[in-house]
């Protein structure tokens, strides 16, 4: 804890690189957070006193722990926000003690390593301390109180239904109760993700609740601006608050409420979230979008135009009320029942107004593409507009909305043609609703939309199922078979044959990209398709004149090779983890709110600053990569890692990232990274288990929002997830990651792992996926381009492999089976003698247990440990290799790195001219 200390001190003495971005990170963070409730206008603060209680006043949540923890030089807690802005505090008693609560058991504890407390943030979480007799007194000089219930999330373990996590701990609730007998006026602030509020009815003077979230390293300061009106906190949710935890479609069987982690049945299909409740028609505490201002807006709405290509809608927004204030428009739209069941009504547009001051007024236009109202017909392979009528809504949120037209279409009409991809073969009973109940629409404004005029796209893969091999004029290469789950036709192509070639050929046009990928041997080519953890030196004959000087800056969550920088010129690129700031260890970065919180913002301009801050912070130690946003949807309230996703909703999760991958990227060689593809909606068992979902549900709520970022940002990375998807680990799935994120959607960038993933890494690049991080001993994958037997100790199990992963900060085993698979399951064996029981592995032991090994006892004592698994003979194939190595040097060529590299090469140059030498640098 004292290191801990030091470190602390150590960060806080740091010069930040752009202290203005702490001064954006505040801002952010009061527009995002959400008023739930505010009886008798309790906010904005008018009384400059008040008691502050609750675990979150003193250890204040500001981000998430692990890859989502951020090295800041401060965090502001809310008792710091709330007492260096003028609020006089009159529970200093208590907010003494309970802060030395807080040390003493952190001090105490041997649980949490140091290591995981300084690298990831995690701590022990005090759940509060029994308010005394004199504390309440002393607080009692306020007739106001503030609580601030907090938790603490991250990754590996998702949440749990139970006290003091989901629900109340019994020390919350008792001292609630204190303050509701003592205090006239309580605050209810959540420092939390979505949390049961239905203990809110029992205290009657919680007379107004602030929805913080993790809302950055200012998060005190920006808590005090929302209290006091300094800026209105125009937040809107972006997920659904339930009566009951019950209520929530997937609570049944979410990770581990039934036991088990390994297997998720999406049985909810497309009935996420507001979609679900408002479909069955669930009455919600909070609905999806609501949110309070401390004014009041008065809006009317009207369809401007109707086309075939989109409809356009007109909304007059006044401010009425004596404050200034931020209005959000959302549009809904339910569609016809026809063939396919469908939601009540589906998001399909917003727009934030200005700040509007009293009685100022704005006109806001929203636009729909037509084709954004179709749904995934899975026996057809497409989405369709089903004939019927669309019923536009105008609102403030998913159960305030007011129907302001309806579009007749008279036949069904193909938007886009696709092929099956990523089908689930398993049967399951998915949720379907019953009929809708009859709405009167008399009296709305009708429109018709003509079929014929509607454009069919025709978005399916054009990709062909083969893996080409560049091989160099005059060079011979035998075609090897290789077993694949995708099957492709291998394809040989020659290419120019430049063996002196190096990367500045390629960079100035002597030569193309895939003759310099031709020209490297394959020890070359497997180390940039792999991160640096655990890669083995290996020397190529220099094609420079001349050395590269080292890019110099800090390590952090992993690089591609630096291998190669003085023999070929190409240096390393930088990654580092970050969805809300950059995770440098000891390297001062602003920890923006969390994608939770730049959600409810509703604002994509919002999330641009952020993501335009974080890659010129990235810039400037040297990094190209940021390793965020997070994509995923929260399809449970008890997600572990929400927080550091957008929403319950694809269409906000799309807008929003496509703001803040457009605001990284807006920095030259700087790349944004949307991770996890897909379907990371858990964290219990994420590196084993695997999703069950329907095409359906996979293309409209799942990949949709990865569609919109892919289609309109251009992400110049994407990072699939652990976790398998209807069978096949996403890192292997040849039908997600080509077919889908490629071929139909257009994707440029590099596809890369996520760090020490379970998969078999020859079917990763086989199946799209170019970059194996954190990293992986290529020596294993170039055992796959052969079929090369175990490799087994006189112990009778095979040689393991350990290596360093996150820059050294971790260890990973790997078992040398080569081009074995081994199961209990497979028709194949392989057999090892033993001498005596007293050599035999403990992992034997193991394998015996899980049913793949079986142990037999000769006469003189010695052993044969037997096998079964699969024989998989050559499974990988050099083009996989050309192909992904391809990939990453195109990336590494347009990186920051790559941009120094240029920038010096220039100087150089004039160095050159300068004294007569115009020679080329290779």
């Known amino acids: 804890m004292k290191t801990l200390i030091k470190l602390a001190t150590f960060l806080s003495r740091s010069k930040h690189p752009f202290p203005e971005h702490l001064l954006l990170s505040r801002k952010i963070a009061a527009e995002g957070m959400v008023v739930l409730k505010n009886e008798n206008q309790l906010l904005p603060l008018r009384k400059k006193r008040v008691a502050l209680f609750g675990p979150g006043s003193v250890d204040t949540s500001w981000c998430g722990t692990g890859s989502g923890y951020v090295f800041v030089p401060y965090h502001v807690n809310i008792e710091e926000g709330l007492r260096k802005n003028g609020i006089a505090l009159t529970s200093k008693s208590y907010l003494k003690r309970l802060k030395k609560e807080f040390l003493r058991v952190n001090r105490k504890d041997k649980t949490i390593s140091f290591l995981q407390r300084f690298y990831s943030g995690r701590r022990i979480l005090v759940e509060d301390i029994a308010i005394n007799e004199s504390e309440l007194e002393e607080a009692k000089k306020a007739d106001t109180a503030i609580y601030v219930l907090r938790r603490s999330e991250g990754e590996n373990h998702d949440r749990k239904p139970i006290r003091g996590d989901y629900y109340l701990s019994e020390i919350e609730e008792k001292n609630l109760k204190t303050l509701n007998d003592n205090f006239r006026n309580i605050i209810l602030l959540l420092n939390t993700c979505v949390i049961d509020l239905s203990f809110v009815s029992k205290y009657p003077n919680i007379k107004a609740i602030l929805y913080a979230s993790y809302a950055g390293n ?99 927004v006044k401010n009425l009320g004596k404050h200034r204030g931020r209005e959000t428009i959302q549009v809904y739209v339910s569609a016809p029942l026809g063939k396919l069941v469908k939601p009540f009504q589906e998001l399909k547009g917003f727009k934030k107004t200005k700040l509007l001051e009293p009685n100022e007024s704005q006109i806001l236009e929203l636009v729909i593409r037509v084709r954004d109202l179709a749904s995934y017909d899975m026996d057809r392979a497409a989405y369709v507009l089903e004939k019927g009528k669309y019923i536009i809504r105008v609102g403030k949120n998913s159960r305030a909305s007011e129907a302001i037209g309806v579009i007749n279409l008279t036949e069904n009409v193909v938007t886009v043609k696709l092929a099956n991809k990523a089908v689930c073969g398993k049967k399951m009973e998915l949720l379907a609703p019953r009929m809708r109940p009859f709405e009167d629409l008399s009296g709305i404004p009708e429109y018709d939309l003509d079929a014929s005029a509607i454009t069919t796209f025709d978005s399916s893969s054009k990709i062909k199922r083969e893996t080409v091999i560049w091989v160099p004029e005059g060079k011979r290469y035998d075609l090897v078979a290789v077993k694949q789950p995708y099957p492709s036709k291998q394809v040989i192509q020659y290419v120019r044959d430049v063996p002196e070639a190096s990367f500045f050929d390629v960079l100035e046009g002597r030569c193309t990209l895939k003759e310099f990928v ?45 291998l190669y920088l003085n023999s070929l010129g190409i240096p390393p690129v930088k990654m580092t983890d970050g969805p809300a700031g950059l995770h440098i260890p000891l390297f001062p970065a602003t920890c923006f709110p969390v994608a939770l919180v730049l959600a409810q913002t509703w604002d994509p301009n919002l999330a641009y600053a952020a993501g335009k801050a974080m890659g010129r912070e990235l810039a400037y130690y040297k990094h190209s990569v940021l390793l965020g946003p997070g994509m995923n949807i929260h399809r449970d309230p008890l997600g572990g890692r929400n927080f550091e996703y957008y929403s319950e909703d694809p269409l906000l999760t799309g807008i929003m990232g496509i703001g803040q991958v457009q605001g990284i990227q807006a920095n030259k060689g700087c790349s944004a990274t949307i991770k996890h593809f897909a379907c990371n909606n858990q964290e219990e068992a994420r590196t084993t288990m695997n999703v069950s979902v329907s095409e359906r549900a996979l293309r409209e709520i799942y990949l949709k929002g990865f569609e919109m970022v892919v289609k309109e940002a251009k992400p110049k990375a994407v990072m699939s997830s652990y976790n398998k998807v209807n069978g096949i680990h996403t890192s292997s799935n040849y039908e997600l990651l080509t077919d889908i994120l490629r071929g139909e959607w257009g994707f440029r960038g590099i596809v890369m792992t996520d760090w020490g993933s379970n998969s078999t890494k020859p079917y990763d690049l086989h199946a799209g996926n170019d970059l194996i991080m954190g990293g992986y001993k290529t020596e294993l994958l170039a055992n796959a381009l052969v079929d090369k037997e175990p490799e087994f100790l006189e112990n009778g199990f095979v040689q393991v492999e350990t290596f360093d992963v996150f820059g050294g900060f971790f260890k990973e085993q790997v078992e040398k089976w080569n081009s074995f698979r ?6 194949d064996t392989y057999s090892v003698l033993v001498k005596s029981k007293e050599f035999l592995a403990k992992e034997v032991d193991e394998y015996v247990k899980k049913g793949i090994a079986l142990v037999k006892e000769n006469e003189g004592g010695s052993l044969i440990v037997t096998y079964k698994g699969w024989k998989l003979g050559a499974y990988l194939s050099l083009g996989d290799v050309q192909k992904s190595a391809y990939r990453v040097l195109k990336f590494i060529q347009n990186s920051l790195s790559m941009e120094i590299i240029r920038e010096r090469e220039k100087t150089y140059a004039k160095i050159l001219a300068r004294n007569g030498n115009c020679g080329p640098s290779s």
């Open 218 to 316: 200012e998060i005190g300061n920006a808590v005090y601006d929302c209290l006091t009106g300094i800026t209105p906190p125009d937040g809107r949710l972006a997920d659904t608050f339930a009566f009951r935890y019950e209520d929530y479609p997937a609570a049944k069987t979410f990770s581990l409420n039934d036991g088990e982690a390994d297997q998720e049945d999406y049985l909810e299909d497309i009935f996420v979230g507001y979609r679900y409740f408002d479909t069955f028609n669930i009455e919600p505490l909070y609905p999806f979008g609501y949110g309070l201002s401390y004014t009041e807006f008065e809006s009317k709405s009207e369809i401007k135009s109707v086309t075939a290509e989109e409809i356009r809608i007109k909304v007059f």
């Open 518 to 562: 031709a020209s490297l041997p394959i020890e070359v080519l497997l180390r940039f398709c792999t991160g640096v953890s655990c890669e083995t030196k290996h020397r190529i004959k220099p094609r420079l004149k001349r050395k590269i000087k080292k890019i110099k800056g800090p390590r952090s969550s992993g690089s591609t090779t630096a």
């Open 822 to 827: 081994p199961c209990k399951e497979g028709k």
